[in-house]
Nanobody
């Protein structure tokens, strides 16, 4: 089995910072792209930032210059450093990882359960 687990969400004031972490574990042969997505109440789930196994990154325009995605391949972990947070960043943040399972030999995206980020004074 493959598991993807996020941590690090919480309540923060506008202008503050949070760091999200996401670790993949289980029957993993390879991990390709990892990324963060978010979904606010009543809205669709949108891409926040992604990072390839080689370190190439992509980010939504709304977070460029404020959020930084990084990964530690040795730990199968991806991070999202969020600075200068705004109320409109409030959402459930999900981690996704493109994983080749060593058990099934199948490759697909695995999703975490989500972590709440609330930006409010």
């Amino acid at each position: 089995q493959v598991q993807v687990v996020e941590s690090g969400g919480g309540l923060v004031q506008p202008g503050g910072s949070l760091r999200l972490s996401c670790a993949a574990s289980g029957s993993i042969s390879s991990i390709y792209t990892m990324g963060w997505y978010r979904q606010a109440p009543g809205k669709q789930r949108d891409m926040v930032a992604t990072i390839t196994s080689g370190g190439g990154t992509n980010a939504a325009d709304s977070v460029k210059g404020r959020f930084t995605i990084s990964r530690d391949n040795a730990k199968n972990t991806v991070y999202l450093q969020m600075n200068s947070l705004k109320p409109e960043d409030t959402a459930v943040y999900y981690c996704a990882a493109d994983i080749l399972s060593s058990r099934s030999a199948l490759r697909r995206y695995y999703w975490g359960q989500g972590t709440q980020v609330t930006v409010s004074s």
